[in-house]
Structure formats: structure tokens, C-alpha cells
């Protein structure tokens, strides 16, 4: 696999100083892994951007630390929760004759003729799945292809995937489905309007006679007060 360049520097500014270099465009870092110990780094962010959009977190990199060339992928990205700005990454220091485990992602490829004609609708569980390989086997992402799934509950299997199984090994469990072709609406949709629209009639005719007794009492009320001014005008008559 293609090692990705990326230069970084040794870096002496830690804890909440490091929003000083986040300002002037430059991102901390750590670099760790397996009897490895750990360096804190620095790389410019906008090269970074770059390299992690080609790369994703399953490329390797060939970071460059004050001259010394460290195979490593990308471990975990943090991000700012408010302006959703990258604040730090971490790179895990790989060894090119050990393997490592990491999730990868599903790319969904193609059309599904059940979903073109609006037969059903595509279904995705998962996105990723769990793998482990050399880093140089590691593929970017698994592609998915759909065309061939025609009818109601068509489904492709994580045991379905077309991987290179002499060189990884797929962690996630076999029988989880990746694609499925459900329907347009289901029998739990069904009975949910169900519920709804008996809830409403429900609803309504408790409604109703309560509007009617109000009614009635208006009428008595009315004829009381029409009893009343009558008395009096008998009465004066007499």
C-alpha cells in the first residue's frame, strides 16, 4: 500500500498552550502504538486536512518527524464540540510485519432495481466493519454492490463481502446484514397508523357527548332564566 507523506515537528508546548498554535493553523498531536513510546507532535493543519481525506483511518502515512520517517494511520480525531473544528490528533505507529485491527468503511455502489421501481427501499445497518490485516492489506473501504438485489428482503451478508480472506480477516459478525431491500411501509408503520387513527375516534366520540350535554345544560339554563322573568310580570298583573 501507498504510504501517504506528511511532515510534522517535535513539540515542546503542552496543555492549554497548545490553543496558541491551534490559532496560528497548527494542530497537536500524539504518536503512540505497540511498544512504542509515546511522542507529542505537531503537524500544519491545512496539509493535514489533505492527507486525512485521501487517507481516511485506514491509510498509512509516512510521517516525518524532525527527519525520522514513522509508518502510522490515523487512531482517533477530536473535534471541537461547538465550532466541530479538528483540536487534536492521534497517530498510531504501525510495525509493517504485524496486524492490526480497525473498522472500515462500507461504500454502497450501484442501483437497486427494487428500489428504482419503488418496490421496497434500501436498507443499511451498518457502515463499517471490524477487520484485521497486515497495513499494507488494509482496503481504504469494502464496496457493496446492489444491483442485484430485486425484491423485498433481498439482503447482502457481512459473509457476502468481497474481500481478499487470505489476507483479512473480518472481525464483525458474518450473518449481520450490510444491505437490505425493506418495505415501502412496513407492517409496524401499519400498526402504528392504526393506533393513531383509533386514538383519534376515540377521541372524537368522547367529544361528541360532551358537547351535546353541554348543549342540554345551556337549554335548561335558558329555560330557568325565562321561568324567572316570567313570575315577576305575573305578579305586577295581579
Known sequence: ????????????????????????????????????????????????AKVFEKVGETGIIALTIDGVKKPVMVRDTQLNPITDDLVHIDFYQVNLSEKVKVNVPIEIIGESPAV???????????????????????????????????????????????VDRSKIEVLTDEELVVAQIGELVTKEMEELEAEVEAEQAEAVAVEAPAEGAEGAAEGEASAEGAE???????????
Do not use: Y
Open 1 to 48: 500500500m501507498e504510504q501517504t507523506p506528511l511532515v510534522a515537528q517535535k513539540r515542546t508546548i503542552l496543555g492549554k498552550k497548545v490553543k496558541q498554535l491551534r490559532r496560528e493553523g497548527i494542530l497537536p498531536a500524539h504518536v503512540f502504538g505497540h511498544k512504542v513510546e509515546t511522542d507529542h507532535v505537531q503537524v500544519n493543519a491545512h496539509d493535514f
Open 116 to 162: 428504482e421501481k419503488k418496490i421496497g427501499l434500501l436498507l443499511t445497518p451498518i457502515t463499517e466493519v471490524e477487520v484485521e490485516a497486515l497495513p499494507g492489506d488494509l482496503p481504504e473501504n469494502i464496496e457493496v454492490d446492489i444491483t442485484n438485489l430485486l425484491n423485498i428482503d433481498d439482503e447482502i451478508k457481512v459473509k457476502d463481502l468481497k
Open 228 to 238: 324567572t322573568s316570567e313570575k315577576p310580570q305575573e305578579e305586577k298583573s295581579e
